[in-house]
């Protein structure tokens, strides 16, 4: 999270000081009734507060969401506004079949405390199913986080569809009031219904967690082109660790165009580094070709004015008619 984005986020907490607290544990009822379009019949809602020795704390484990914890600065941050303000929401936790709790909610919390040298931290402690802890995992970063990466978003994507699938194989469910209303809707669509996205987001911001990790930390870092990482994911592991090597190579320059083409001569699942190379070779010489034919212009320069063009109006019929009229008054 940049370091902008987390003061503000922390003025908006410290700010809960003198509001009623928000009712989390209504939107997690909503979103697993929208997702899942079923409600536990065990009691979703059985609960107890405590505090806890953070010594019996453990990070989430029942399925990889894909949060990373915050860096050494925004977590000085986030302490300090601990010290000053106190803890204004609980952690959310569930007991471990081994001992200790596993921790729903509040890990950069967690990791806060023990920088403050706290020995405890109150928490709600939750008596829930892994869906419904996958759901309290995810939803509220999904909802409240505005910085996420697109591996943060594509793991929580993902561990949402997985739990909708083994749902699907229990009995222990009965139908929710939206049950109906969802019934014919897909995983992909449910998710992106309740989050207010496209279906087509949902499904390519999964499609990169299936990108190796240094493919994957290229795209968090905006090296490389999300559209292309898409494309590379339907790759096998062998070919991705073939273009990792090509694009380190490359400084990551690939373009959309090129991807297409790569993928068109040489689809998915498999290359061999013999035909990547002859292939990425013809896709840069091709982009280069169109790249001298073209020409392009800084869109910044022209925002100020595109609005006044019709919709029905060509740019290129525009600029056309604009160079015949310049230079017919030089004749």
Request: with cysteine; glycine share 4%; net charge positive.
């Amino acid at each position: 999270m940049a370091k902008s984005a987390l003061a503000t986020a922390l003025k908006e907490r410290s700010a809960k000081l003198s509001a009623p607290p928000s009712n989390a544990d209504q939107t997690v009822d909503e979103a697993f009734e929208s997702l899942f379009g079923t409600i536990s019949a065990a009691s979703s809602k059985t609960r107890s507060t405590a505090k806890i020795p953070l010594e019996q704390l453990h990070p989430f484990f029942t399925s990889n969401i894909g949060f990373k914890p915050y860096s050494e600065e925004n977590l000085i941050m986030l302490a300090d506004d601990i010290a000053e303000n106190g803890l204004i929401e609980n952690i959310k936790i569930r007991p471990c079949k081994t001992g200790g709790y596993e921790i729903l909610s509040g890990h950069n919390r967690v990791n806060a405390c023990k920088m403050l040298g706290m020995d405890s931290i109150s928490a709600d402690i939750e008596y829930v199913d892994d869906a419904r802890a996958i759901v309290i995992a995810t939803v509220t970063n999904l909802q409240r986080r505005q910085n996420l990466l697109p591996s943060e978003r594509g793991w929580a994507y993902r561990a949402l569809l997985d739990a909708y699938r083994q749902q699907g194989k229990r009995s222990d469910l009965v139908n929710a009031t939206c049950g109906e209303i969802h019934h014919k809707l897909k995983a992909r669509e449910r998710v992106a219904c309740f989050f207010g996205v496209g279906v087509n987001d949902i499904r390519q911001t999964v499609r990169l967690t299936y990108l190796i990790p240094p493919l994957l930390d290229a795209v968090d870092e905006r090296k490389l082109n999300m559209m292309c990482g898409v494309a590379i994911s339907y790759y096998d592991e062998d070919t991705q660790k073939l273009f990792q090597k090509r694009l380190h190579a490359e400084n990551h320059r690939i373009s959309v165009a090129m991807m297409k083409h790569i993928k068109k001569n040489c689809p998915p699942p498999s290359i061999t580094a013999g035909e990547l190379d002859k292939v990425w070779i013809q896709a840069t010489a091709s982009s280069t070709e169109k790249k001298k034919s073209n020409i392009s212009f800084s869109r910044k320069r022209f925002e100020p004015y595109l609005h006044r063009i019709p919709p029905d109006m060509n740019l290129e019929d525009l600029f056309l008619e604009f160079l015949k009229n310049r230079f017919a008054e030089g004749e």
